[in-house]
């Protein structure tokens, strides 16, 4: 076990490296995304690349995501068949490094949709006030998108699928 210092930057490897959370490194995307946590070390694991898109609808926000990669898609259809209508978060990341968490399945329902190349992921809320959360959530990960983050569409903490700009 390393022993770390502290700066006033946080905890530091002892050569001081960040330690980051729980011990991540910064790593390269390239498809792979974070797992769940095993002591200090992420296990990591592929996500198939797709193209999300997000939008608004009535009860609170819509994801689509599909692959042109016949390969990528069936894998997308496994994993999503496997996990479907459990909670969506959305790991909105910059060069490996995680910048935002939208855990929309805590403020509504969310529906998994299969389609020919992808699926349909609809999280939607009958209060309100919820609705409002997961609206706010999507057009926060709308602009994050833009100048270029990866988002990563995750279903009960398993990456399901990332967009790569």
Known sequence: ???????????????????????????????????????????????PRCTIAMEKCPGGMKMTCTSEDKTGAAMMANLMSMMANGMCSCCMMMNGMPMCLCNVGMMGM??????????????????????????????????????????CVMMNGMPMCCMMM
């Open 1 to 47: 076990m390393t022993t770390g210092m502290m700066t006033d930057r946080g905890m530091t490897t002892g050569m001081g490296m960040p330690m980051g959370n729980m011990g991540m490194m910064n790593m390269p995307m390239g498809g792979m995304m974070p797992g769940m946590m095993m002591g200090n070390m992420p296990a990591m694991m592929m996500a």
């Open 110 to 151: 969310c529906k998994v949709e299969m389609m020919n190349m992808g699926c349909t992921i609809t999280c939607t809320s009958g209060d309100k006030n919820c609705e409002k959360m997961i609206q706010a959530c999507c057009d926060c990960m709308k602009s994050m998108m833009m100048p270029g983050c990866t988002c």
